[in-house]
């Protein structure tokens, strides 16, 4: 059985920088910390108990960052989330489970702390579509401290992130439709720099372009709404849909009010179909279809894999992708 000296003798470092990568305990290069974490897994080297009950002694705190924007649509009374937005509910799991590990958090705000950050902090959950790469490296700072994106995946870097299989979500629920008898279809997204917007966009083009259909996407403001001005505009060079896929629930509920105004019945007239599955989908009239994401253990398993680097487990970076569910109810019903 593999020891902390193999491991540091494989990847030619000393045992006490081993011993910082399993711990999470002081300064190690990123450069340094990927060839540990290799020599680890090629020699299938679990750290001992003693190292992990060391770490678990201490009482961590860990800070979720959201940003202005997110600020901006769900937190009231300063930075504190509101109730019954998806991103309040995603830190509702993280309450729980940060609780029951014993872990303090502290929320903050993403451009303030890009002009100051909190260093005093064990790790960080970076939460929602306006983080960076840059950030990513800002957070980890020099002592390469846990970092996990929540509903944030950034390609091609290793990071550890916990997502919602938007593609899939979307795909399924575009079949389903289109199975219902839609065929004009057309998709209201949010900025596609996020990655939950551009997974559901990317799901929705494949769907419709498997089915012989043309993909109609168009990009609106999801924070201020634009939809009067959007559109009159849509109709009038695209003509009228059969359904409306929206890229989330708050996009869904705009495209009631503009809809119902222009004189369109739904869904007699237009189908409509949302992403989430927010507290208020089920409560609008005509109660809105859409597919339900699971943000409650998205939360919940972004504190439990920040605890797991903390505790020195299982380190090699992971992508958590968390499988949805299309929620049938009347706004898409031919």
């Keep these: 059985m593999s020891n902390i000296k193999d491991v540091a003798k494989l990847a030619k470092v000393s045992t006490t920088t ?8 002081g300064y190690v290069s990123d450069k340094t910390r990927n060839i540990v974490m290799k020599a680890i897994e090629e020699l299938g080297f679990k750290p001992s108990k003693e190292a992990v009950g060391l770490a678990r002694r201490k009482r961590y705190a860990v800070g979720v960052v959201i940003s202005r924007r997110i600020q901006k649509l769900e937190c009231e009374d300063g930075a504190i989330l509101s109730k019954d937005g998806f991103y ?72 550890d992130c916990v997502v919602s299989n938007g593609y899939d979500g979307a795909r399924n629920c575009i079949e389903h439709i289109i199975g219902e008898g839609y065929k004009k279809i057309f998709h209201i997204h949010g900025p596609l720099s996020h990655y939950g917007f551009k997974e559901r966009y990317d799901g929705y083009r494949d769907a419709m372009k498997i089915n012989g259909l043309l993909p109609l996407p168009f990009l609106c403001d999801d924070i201020n709404d634009n939809m009067g001005l959007l559109l009159p505009q849509i109709f009038q060079n695209y003509g009228f849909p059969d359904c409306i896929f929206a890229g989330n629930d708050g996009i869904a509920v ?16 237009v189908g409509v179909v ?15 279809s859409t597919v339900k994401v699971f943000r409650y253990e998205m939360g919940s398993l972004a504190i439990d894999r920040v605890r797991q680097l903390l505790y020195g487990e ?15 109810r009347d706004s898409c019903r031919k």
Excluded: W
């Excluded at 081993?18 to 305990?25: A, F, H, L």
């Excluded at 705009?254 to 007239?269: A, T």
């Excluded at 949302?274 to 809105?288: R, T, Y």
């Design 274 to 288: 949302g992403f989430d599955d927010a507290i208020f989908a089920s409560l609008v009239k005509p109660a809105l």
């Design 88 to 159: 309040s509910i995603v830190y509702g799991g993280i309450k729980d489970k940060a609780e029951e590990y014993n872990i303090e958090l502290k929320i903050l705000i993403l451009e303030e702390q890009r002009e100051k950050l909190n260093e005093s902090l064990d790790g960080y959950l970076l939460v929602g579509g306006d983080i960076t790469l840059e950030d990513v490296y800002a957070f980890k700072g020099v002592n390469c401290k846990p970092v996990i994106l929540v509903d944030q995946h950034i390609q091609g870097k290793g990071i």
């Design 314 to 328: 299982n380190i090699h970076p992971v992508k958590i992708s968390l499988h949805t569910e299309f929620i049938q």
């Design 254 to 269: 705009k495209l009631y009010s503009h809809l119902n105004g222009m004189g369109y019945e739904i869904p007699e007239d």
């Design 18 to 25: 081993v011993s910082r990568v399993i711990t999470g305990n």
